[in-house]
């Protein structure tokens, strides 16, 4: 659990480094930088192809968890305020457990769901301010990137795979990155001349933020509940308003503090029910590169 953990808090970096070294106004060539080149890096480490049947999963979770899933966040981020985007996003618990309810006739038990409700409002005291601009395409991009990322979580999950978790996250990038490459073309200006500010922005985006956090993300979607996992990804604006406080001297009130207190109460408390309900893992198999 605190392996998959440090996944939502290394993306919480995202904005600070997004913000303070890579070129503005240009989020689809960022999202397509960020997976595409460690997509490329873990395929050729790993050297397994998938398997015959697997393809069709496989394209489908890169199309949720990664090509969809950034197009969307990045959507969001342009038209919302942060606070807004995130509080749409915390709605993920909650759309994992009604999949598992549809899907497979799994109700989560009430403390789980009362539990995900408190981080929402947690959340909404802590990002939002009175002037928040609720705009429509906004918030229907963040619910609909809430959702593929619910989904694609819980059927990685779900669908249970014999590839090494280098291999799966590696595909993943690598196809999420392809597929984000016609909307980084038509969408946005072409790059500047990089300054070394930038080409270390967007290393740290692909290598540590892409490589490093989704191996360990998905390596968590394999051994953990799936709702476990997701509220996990509460950690990540939890993050950024920590480096923002001590890196961009941004202020934390009395009411902030405490809607901190209320997610980090969430997480713990989701992760408790769902750890109660859930079967115990199998331990992962060693596999070879």
Known sequence: MLLTALAPIIWGSTYIVTTQFLPPDRPFIAALLRTLPAGLLLTLFARQLPGKGQWGR????????????????????YRLPGGVAAVVGAIQPLLVMALAWA???????????????????????LLLSPGAVWDPAGIAAALAGSASMAAGTYLAQRWKTNMPVLAFTGWQLLAGGIMLAPAAIAFDPPLPALTMTHVLGYAYLSLVGAMAAY??????????????????????????????WALLDQRLDGISLLGMATVLASILTVQWAAQRSAPAPLPLQRRSA
């Not at 390596?219 to 920590?242: C, D, F, K, M, Y």
Request: charged share 5%; proline share 4%; glycine share 10%.
């Open 58 to 77: 496989l394209l489908l979770l890169s199309a949720l968890n990664i090509g969809f899933f950034q197009a969307l966040l990045f959507v969001a981020a």
């Open 103 to 125: 899907l497979d006739g799994r109700r989560s038990s009430g403390v789980a769901i009362i539990a995900a409700m408190a981080g929402i409002a947690g959340m909404a005291a």
């Open 215 to 244: 191996v360990l993300w998905f390596r968590g979607v394999a051994q953990l509940p799936p709702v476990a996992v997701s509220s996990l990804g509460l950690l990540s604006p939890l993050t950024a308003v920590v480096l923002g």
